[in-house]
């Protein structure tokens, strides 16, 4: 069964920060991985998809990569904002789709 | 854009009452999937399903069950709901391989 990890759980950063959010999976045989956004009560905003041909995908700040052989992969954010506070998740998916338990950032003003 | 909307935002229900949780998506997605999110836990896979009628298992099954009669709609059953089904229920869809999973806004289900 895939095991997915997220490090670290939370994370507080000034803002103007550049940062980087882990993610480490056991099983390499996947489709994508894909990272999200939640804010608190609500649903997961998808922000980046990286299949699993790809080593990085890149949207505004953000930048994921992806390292299938090791089973990683990080999202890096550049010139953090408040409006960046979140709990980020990854998603491997490999058939069905495993969760990280997700890191928390609070960007302070 | 994919819309996958989940019929309750907030529902308060019963110890022992019958449950059913409602989730469409419009994009003719094949995949359709159901997690529970826990404070600690995650989320958590209850019921995936990847074609119409079909459905596979999850790591958190027990007390469950599924149905998936058309394609765009699929739909979480409580048998009998209990105190430890408290929890926010999310229903995600996504084209079957190499694509992107969209997510509903969450339902969350309190039995008191």
């Known amino acids: 069964k895939q095991e997915v990890t997220q490090i670290p759980a939370a994370l507080s950063v000034p803002e103007g920060e550049n940062l980087v959010l882990n993610c480490s999976f056991t099983?390499?045989?996947?489709?994508?991985l894909q990272w999200f956004r939640q804010d608190p009560g609500k649903g997961l905003t998808s922000l980046l998809l990286?299949?699993?041909?790809?080593r990085e995908q890149t949207s505004g700040r953000l930048n994921a990569s992806l390292d299938k052989s090791s089973g990683r992969s990080t999202l890096y954010i550049a010139a953090s904002q408040p409006g960046d506070s979140a709990t980020y998740l990854c998603?491997?998916?490999?058939?069905?789709?495993?969760f990280g338990a997700g890191t928390r950032l609070t960007v302070k003003p | 854009d994919v819309k996958v909307t989940q019929s309750s935002r907030y529902l308060v229900k019963r110890t022992g009452e019958k449950v059913f949780l409602e989730c469409v998506q419009d994009?003719?997605?094949?995949?359709m999937f159901w997690y529970r999110q826990d404070p600690g836990l995650g989320l958590r896979l209850i019921y995936f399903?990847?074609?119409?009628?079909?459905?596979e298992k999850g790591d958190i099954p027990e007390g469950y069950s599924v149905s998936r009669e058309k394609k765009e709609r699929f739909s979480l059953i409580l048998e009998s709901a209990s105190t430890n089904q408290t929890s926010m229920y999310l229903c995600?869809?996504?084209?079957?391989?190499?694509?992107?999973?969209?997510f509903g806004q969450g339902t969350r289900l309190t039995v008191v």
């Open positions: 399903s990847y074609d119409v009628k079909m459905k």
């Open positions: 995600a869809s996504s084209l079957r391989g190499n694509t992107e999973a969209f």
């Open positions: 998603a491997v998916n490999s058939n069905d789709m495993r």
């Open positions: 994009m003719d997605h094949e995949n």
């Open positions: 099983d390499s045989a996947i489709y994508n």
């Open positions: 990286i299949q699993s041909s790809q």
